[in-house]
C-alpha cells in the first residue's frame, strides 16, 4: 500500500504541482519502503512473534516488488508525464512473429526470476522460525505463487506456437472525384 501512496505521491508532486525535488525525494523512498517491509519481517519473526500468513504475504510481495517495482515505477512516470506533463504517448511496440514470442518469453522468465525470489525468502523466513512444523503458516503463499506461474505459462506457449502476423499495411481510403472521401 505504501508502494502506491509513494509513487502516486511521488508522481503528483512532481508533474501536476511542479515540485520536482519533492516528488524526487518521495520516489527515492518507493524502494526504501521494500527494506523498511523485509527489516520489519525478519525483525517480528526473528523476535518471537508466531508467524502468520501476513509474514508470507510480506516475502511474497517483496520478491514480486524487487523484480516489477523499477518497471511499474517507468510505466506510472511516463503516465504521469504524458498526462500532466504534456510528454507525447510512447509508441506502442508492435509485437508479432519471433518479437512477440521473445517478449512472452521475457514476461515469464521475468515472473519465474520473482517467484524465486519469493519462495527464496519464504523459506529464509521458515528457516528463521525454526522449520517446517513452525513455518507452515508462511507455506501459505506457495500455492498461489505456484498456481500463477504454471497458468502464466500457457501465454509463452501458446505465442510460440501461434506467434502471429505482420499486420497488412491498411489500404488509403478511396476519393470520388468531387474530392469527397470514400
Known sequence: MLFW???VGGLAA???AGRRLLGGALLV???LIDVVLLTATVLSVRDGAEPTVWHGLSAAYLGITVVYGHR????ADAKFARRFGGDAPAPRPKLYGRAAVADAWKSWFRFLLAYAI?????????????G???????LVWLNPLTKVLVYSLIWPVVT????GKAPESEPEPVRDRAGGGG
Request: glycine residues 10%; proline residues 8%; hydrophobic residues 55%.
Open 5 to 7: 501512496v509513494f509513487l
Open 132 to 138: 517446517l512444523e513452525e513455518g507452515a503458516p508462511l
Open 29 to 31: 523512498c518507493v524502494p
Open 72 to 75: 511499474t515505477v517507468r510505466w
Open 160 to 163: 510460440t506456437i501461434w506467434p
Open 118 to 130: 519469493s519462495v527464496g525468502m519464504i523459506f529464509g523466513l521458515v528457516v528463521l522460525v525454526g
Open 14 to 16: 512532481r508533474y501536476a
